[in-house]
């Protein structure tokens, strides 16, 4: 049985049920209880769970995302929301310093089990400090797990496996996909972190997306099938660990591939992804790998650049027929 | 509303009668009488007028989706803006957050580049790169809107720094909401700016709420300006309804700061009418303290005061309120027509270097 959810109602069950089964689980964030998140993903959680597990925070991330290190170390599951993951900047001494580094400098003796999640990405005109992707950022840190995904059903499977991981993990969420819809399943069922999900099967072209940029990336595989190309998607979901295996296994059978990704191209996941499929499967690729980011500049505010700035579906097509030496 | 939330509206609330109690005992003596120049009195209504207007006007045309993106309007807090700029120079600088409109066109920014730029037009204040939160003219000796919370406190620190590094007098007006007094980035400014004796001039703009959530509720000190006393800095609480108020303390801070004393903070309370940004219904407060607010209104309020104490006629004040009807008209039509900036323009301002090599496959 399944019914349809939307992402921010999917989070919500996620912590909802973890929060049930597990007393030491407890929210924390700005906005997170009496104004029902400011998203409302968090929405009716103060009634439920009370002011002692359900914690409205000043404007102070560092401080908090603090505490709720030291509270993980000391016993506690904690979820720290951020408004957005463009704050967290602030508490990145924390989440890199501390979270990511305690059970390494403890030599196993501390472990760190918190969540930090929020939305990451643009959404809308939204400007230079509101509109950035952190997932390259964070999967970077070892110590870390980053988890990046807005299929509702995943993202609360997902989250229920990252509130019960023993390391610390950073979900990222998206402002503009609170409201997406999807299947959720009825019952307990958990996503593992680290697995990619085919989301459609195809032979010719395999497309790698996550978060915001699956629905772009599934548009153009719809307008490639028109054209008789058969793409193969893959939404990675989780960052960090990186399931190398679903993407070189799809480019074994395609031997093409694109990584669409909203963060910028350098040192981000897309090159990641590239090195991985040059690593393990030289031998099978018929083209270069080559990427849709969002351009190489900070996102003003104008419609006009936020357009020529995101990757979208004709971008994507552009650069799948490119790989398949068609002209566009 | 829980009845956390009424009890904590109240209690701001009394935080601000205790202000304007204060206030009454010490200007009841020259309430009555107009303590300063007509030009005085007729720009304050001006300016604030000029942001009243622009504001509403900027509500609208979100309303009509011309303007999009978080939008966090001035309204109510324009004595603020009015009662800084008379005491301070044009020389001097200003930082605020991202609730700026009102700083910018009090700094003297055109409300046609302005408006132009909450439109995302090429011929906006920064070129409709910014949006509603980031204005920024180095003309005006204004460093900006900053969109992260307390982000802008060590930064209006540091030009405050290179003022005294170069010898001149000039100030910096740093200004906050309540929200981000609870950063940590304040109390390392604080302490830094009063062991340097910078020339800052700190200034929370308290409006009750961060976001939806009252000053109360985000620590056990409610009165701001307190918080400068664990670094020895002067603090005071100001009315933020009435610009004269502001304009004496910020007159009196000024010359502190320009006698090389260091950093003065000033905890001005006010009041914003709309919610947090165009997107929050604003249900954590009443109505009736709302109300309460606007019969309190800086705008009337001044317009009464011109007009019960003859400093200026109805016919001038009317004329006032035509220009200004006719200046945010012309901004808007101005907004309207110009064009929006060329897909090409995302790769201007990113770096100085012309021939900067970026990826762009």
Same mark, same amino acid.
């Given at each position: 049985m399944a019914r349809k959810l939307a992402l921010r109602d999917a989070l919500r069950e996620a912590m909802i049920e973890e929060m049930r089964r597990d007393d030491t689980v407890f929210l924390m964030g700005e906005e997170v209880a009496e104004y029902d998140?400011?998203?409302?993903?968090?929405?009716g959680m103060l009634d439920e769970f009370g002011p002692r597990r359900i914690i409205d925070t000043p404007i102070a991330e560092l401080g908090f995302a603090g505490i709720g290190v030291g509270a993980a170390m000391n016993g506690l599951r904690p979820i720290v929301e951020f408004m957005t993951w463009n704050f967290a900047v602030l508490a990145f001494d924390q989440i890199v310093n501390n979270a990511a580094k305690t059970l390494s400098q403890s030599a196993g003796q501390f472990k760190c089990p918190i969540v930090f999640r929020g939305p990451s990405g643009s959404a809308g005109q939204l400007a230079q400090q509101h509109s950035q992707t952190f997932e390259s950022w964070m999967a970077n840190v070892p110590g870390l797990k980053v988890i990046s995904c807005v299929d509702p059903a995943d993202a609360k499977g997902l989250l229920k496996s990252a509130i019960r991981d023993d390391d610390p993990v950073c979900m990222m969420e998206s402002e503009l996909l609170y409201g997406f819809e999807g299947e959720v399943p009825e019952g307990e069922y958990l996503v593992p972190i680290g697995q990619a999900a085919v989301r459609r099967e195809g032979m010719d072209i395999t497309l790698v997306s996550f978060n915001k940029m699956m629905i772009p990336t599934l548009e153009a595989a719809d307008q490639l099938a028109k054209e008789g190309i058969s793409a193969e998607v893959i939404d990675l979901r989780t960052i960090r660990p990186l399931d190398y295996k679903t993407i070189v296994d799809s480019v074994k059978k395609t031997n093409r591939l694109v990584v669409i990704d909203e963060s910028w191209p350098l040192a981000g996941v897309s090159a990641e992804v590239a090195y991985g499929v040059q690593k393990y499967a030289f031998d099978y690729l018929d083209a270069p790998v080559t990427r849709v980011n969002s351009a190489d500049t900070s996102l003003p505010y104008a419609p006009t650049l936020v357009d020529a700035y995101l990757p979208n579906a004709d971008k994507i097509v552009k650069a799948a027929k490119e790989v398949m030496y068609i002209r566009y | 509303m829980s009845d956390t939330l009424i009890e904590t509206a109240i209690n701001h609330h009394q935080l601000m009668d205790t202000v304007t109690e204060n206030k009454k005992k010490t200007a009841?003596? &020259? @309430?009555?009488?107009?303590?300063?120049s007509k030009e005085m009195y007729l720009s304050w209504y001006e300016l604030m007028l000029r942001i009243r207007r622009f504001e509403e006007r900027a509500l609208m045309m979100y309303g009509q989706q011309k303007i999009r993106g978080f939008c966090h309007v001035y309204i109510g807090q324009e004595a603020v803006a009015a009662g800084i700029e008379s005491a301070i120079r044009r020389e001097d600088a200003i930082v605020t957050a991202y609730r700026q409109h009102g700083t910018a066109l009090g700094r003297g920014c055109s409300s046609r580049e302005c408006m132009a730029e909450l439109f995302g &037009? @090429?011929?906006?204040?920064v070129k409709g790169k910014g949006g509603s939160m980031h204005f920024f003219s180095a003309e005006h000796r204004y460093f900006g809107g900053n969109g992260i919370v307390g982000a802008q406190i060590p930064i209006g620190t540091g030009i405050a720094f290179a003022e005294k590094y170069k010898g001149t007098d000039n100030l910096c007006v740093t200004m906050f909401g309540d929200g981000a007094a609870r950063q940590g980035s304040l109390h390392e400014s604080f302490n830094m700016a009063m062991n340097w004796k910078l020339p800052v001039l700190y200034i929370v703009e308290?409006?009750?709420?961060a976001m939806g959530t009252s000053v109360k509720r985000t620590s056990?000190?409610?009165?701001?300006?307190?918080?400068?006393a664990s670094y020895d800095i002067p603090s005071e609480a100001v009315d933020g309804m009435n610009p004269e108020a502001v304009h004496e303390a910020v007159s009196r801070a000024a010359e502190f700061i320009r006698a090389g004393k260091g950093p003065y903070f000033l905890e001005i309370r006010t009041y914003r009418y709309k919610g947090h940004s165009v997107s929050d219904p604003a249900k954590y407060r009443t109505k009736e303290e709302v109300q309460e607010y606007q019969e309190r209104d800086p705008v009337k309020m001044t317009e009464r005061k011109i007009l019960d104490n003859n400093i200026a006629t109805e016919q001038e004040i009317r004329a006032i309120q035509e220009k200004i009807k006719e200046e945010i008209l012309d901004a808007v039509n101005f907004a309207e027509e110009s064009p929006y900036p060329d897909p090409a323009e995302l790769w201007n301002d990113n770096y100085l270097q012309p021939d900067y090599p970026y990826i762009r496959d």
């Open positions: 998140g400011a998203y409302k993903v968090s929405k | 009841k003596k &020259k @309430a009555d009488k107009p303590a300063y &037009k @090429a011929t906006g204040i308290n409006n009750g709420y056990n000190v409610v009165e701001l300006y307190k918080l400068g």
